[in-house]
């Protein structure tokens, strides 16, 4: 069984799914940005069964200054032949259903949900609720390192599901009416009032702000496609949605504005990765602050 629900299962239905004995692959990417081993350790005092642990510095993004990366920024994108090389030693074969979650609200594993569809990768969802919503399903939970290295398996890349822009694309387009950018960062660090992790603070001139949590509801869950279409027309202001690129400081925390339009009905965005951290450091490109 290769469907999934799309983009989002719930604990109930995975739980059925893992029950049944059904092949699957579920991926904790449990990460925080200020502590990177604390998602590890997490991961290893409990995690849905079977589970296996993704790293954000290590499994999902490229290693600084590498020349292959497909972006700039923190959290550079690895190569699609990198990711696939990989996804090959995690024992995945095409057409196997893949699961994500995290701690996060879905930040860090909606990374690993767009660059399986950035490699053409069809059935994969992202646990709507993460491991809060495991948990408050009383879940099976397992403890320790997880599982033993797999055979390798043959997952091959396909034509790219989602769309990635360069920071020239979105610098070429910058203030035409076919882009309108939507910043998923903590509105104080869009405005440039702080900023914790990169060198300039403040945003790309003309881009929307939408920080990633204001698509959930309190128990974690993302709104309904209803309110969150509403939300997006009420911030896009007649814009066309078509016309969105979505980005972050460095491609993490913008997947779950994406996701939401996606479950809104409004399209699957493309993705600036390189984000704020590579905007900020590409020589003269304008910077604002409101």
């Known amino acids: 069984m290769n469907d999934l629900p799309f983009p989002l299962i719930d604990a109930p239905t995975l739980r059925q799914r893992l029950a049944s004995g059904a092949a699957m692959h579920v991926v ?37 200054g590498d020349p292959t990366a497909a972006s ?11 990711l696939a090389e990989r996804l090959r030693r995690w024992g995945l074969n095409p057409d196997e259903p893949v699961v994500v979650y995290d701690r996060q609200g879905g930040m860090v594993c909606g990374r690993l949900w767009w660059m399986l569809r950035w490699c053409g990768h069809g059935p994969v969802a992202v646990l709507d609720g993460g491991w809060a ?25 396909a034509p ?4 990635l822009r360069t920071v020239h694309e979105v610098a070429n387009a910058l203030g035409r009416p076919q882009q309108t950018l939507i910043d998923a960062r903590a509105t104080p660090r869009f405005r440039g009032e702080v900023e914790p992790l990169d060198p300039v603070a403040g945003h790309i001139p003309g881009a929307l702000n939408r920080p990633f949590g204001d698509n959930f509801d309190a128990d974690g869950r993302y709104k309904s496609p209803e309110r969150l279409r509403a939300e997006f027309a009420t911030l896009l202001a007649g814009r066309d949605p078509n016309t969105v690129v979505h980005h972050c400081g460095s491609g993490v925390s913008a997947i779950p504005n994406l996701l939401a339009m996606t479950i809104a009905g409004l ?24």
């Open 28 to 64: 904790d990417c449990s990460f925080d940005l200020a502590d990177p081993a604390a998602g590890r350790a997490q991961y290893r005092a409990g995690h849905i069964p079977g589970a296996r642990y993704a790293h954000l510095d290590d499994d999902l993004s490229a290693a600084a």
């Open 72 to 82: 700039g920024g923190r959290h550079p994108l690895p190569a699609r032949d990198t």
């Open 267 to 290: 399209g699957t965005a493309p993705l600036f990765a390189g984000g704020w951290s590579e905007w900020c450091r590409t020589p003269g490109l304008p910077c604002a602050r409101s």
């Open 160 to 163: 790219a599901r989602v769309v």
């Open 133 to 157: 919503a495991w948990q408050a399903m009383g879940g099976p939970v397992e403890t320790g390192d997880g599982p033993a290295t797999p055979a390798p398996g043959h997952f091959a890349l």
